[in-house]
């Protein structure tokens, strides 16, 4: 059974920075895309980045691109996400996953979420 579990969320304030973990259990990680996805009130999902095995291509949303690294460590089954010049817009709950397909648009397992709040 997949496991994943978020950590690092909190309140920072404008142009500041964040950085996410998520520990992944369960099934062979190293087989599987990776990525990171939020919600937020009112809002639709939003996939922020993915990653593929061995980190050998990454994805980012337009509204992260240059702000945003995802990471994987195979040894550690953990995936990162540093978040940079943040932004009220990124307010949300944010929640590691396993992708549908290479879009990194849609998800077949997630965690629990970690929140993330930008305010001054």
């Known amino acids: 059974q997949f496991q994943l579990v978020e950590s690092g969320g909190g309140l920072v304030q404008p142009g500041g920075s964040l950085r996410l973990s998520c520990a992944a259990s369960g099934f062979n990680f190293n087989s599987y895309i990776i990525g990171w996805f939020r919600q937020a009130p009112g809002k639709e999902r939003e996939g922020v980045a993915c990653i593929n095995t061995h980190s050998r291509s990454t994805y980012y949303a337009n509204s992260v691109e240059g702000r945003f690294f995802i990471s994987r460590d195979s040894n550690k089954n953990t995936i990162g996400l540093q978040m940079n010049n943040l932004n009220s817009e990124d307010t949300a709950l944010y929640y590691c996953?396993?992708?549908?397909?290479?879009?990194?648009?849609?998800?077949?397992?997630w965690g629990q979420g970690t929140q993330v709040t930008v305010s001054s």
């Open positions: 996953g396993i992708p549908s397909t290479s879009s990194c648009m849609s998800w077949d397992y």
